[in-house]
T-cell receptor
């Protein structure tokens, strides 16, 4: 069974500082890994997706994530936080496209 | 691409009443998923359809829950005899499974959800 761990429900970051959100997964087979972002009163929007083509994945809005098989991690980063990055971020693992297992999410607060 | 739409956006009901939600997926998508999201948690998988066939149901989907996708297009999720524990955001997602759109497979596109409050 797949599962996802996201530590630290709330993450505060200063505007212009590095954003780092950690995600560790467990999967018995090579996984599909995703990061989604959710703004208030909106659905989830895909930030990026890993499917084994490349370990460093670039997504929208300047975000990227690196797949590290040895660490079973897929951490999300952005070099410089912007006020518009304030949202909730979810890491998810999927296999065969028949379901996604999500982490509990990180609520990102950007401090001016 | 009009996206996934869900109706209603908000539903308030009294305990014991039945409610039905609708999801319209992206038009060419053959897979449709339902998830439930409670406060402070990530979405949890409920069920999914390949065209009109319901292929998997989570143990979260009790006997009071039923989902249909009669013509392989829109889907409905019905909850009978609602309980306060059913209060949550119900999310619908759709995806395209097949070789016709390389690079876009396996991405689930989510609607804005239906927020259910059971009083």
């Amino acid at each position: 069974a797949q599962s996802v761990t996201q530590l630290g429900s709330h993450v505060s970051v200063s505007e212009g500082a590095l954003v780092l959100l950690r995600c560790n997964y467990s999967s018995s087979v090579p996984p599909y890994l995703f990061w989604y972002v959710q703004y208030p009163n909106q659905g989830l929007q895909l930030l990026l997706k890993y499917t084994s083509a490349a370990t460093l994945v670039k997504g929208i809005n300047g975000f990227e994530a690196e797949f590290k098989k040895s660490e079973t991690s897929f951490h999300l980063t952005k070099p410089s936080a912007h006020m518009s990055d304030a949202a909730e971020y979810f890491c998810a693992v999927g296999y065969g496209n028949n379901r996604l297992a999500f982490g509990k999410g990180n609520q990102v607060v950007v401090i001016p | 691409d009009t996206g996934v739409s869900q109706d209603p956006r908000h539903k308030i009901t009294k305990r014991g009443q039945n409610v039905t939600f609708r999801c319209d997926p992206i038009s060419e998508h053959n897979r449709l998923y339902w998830y439930r999201q409670t406060l402070g948690q990530g979405p949890e998988f409920l069920t999914y359809f390949q065209n009109e066939a319901q292929l998997e149901k989570s143990r979260l989907l009790s006997d009071r829950f039923s989902a249909e996708r009669p013509k392989g297009s829109f889907s409905t999720l019905e909850i009978q005899r609602t309980e306060q524990g059913d209060s949550a955001m119900y999310l619908c997602a759709s995806s395209l499974e097949g070789p016709s759109m390389p690079g876009k497979r396996d991405i689930q596109y989510f609607g804005a959800g239906t927020r259910l409050s059971v009083l």
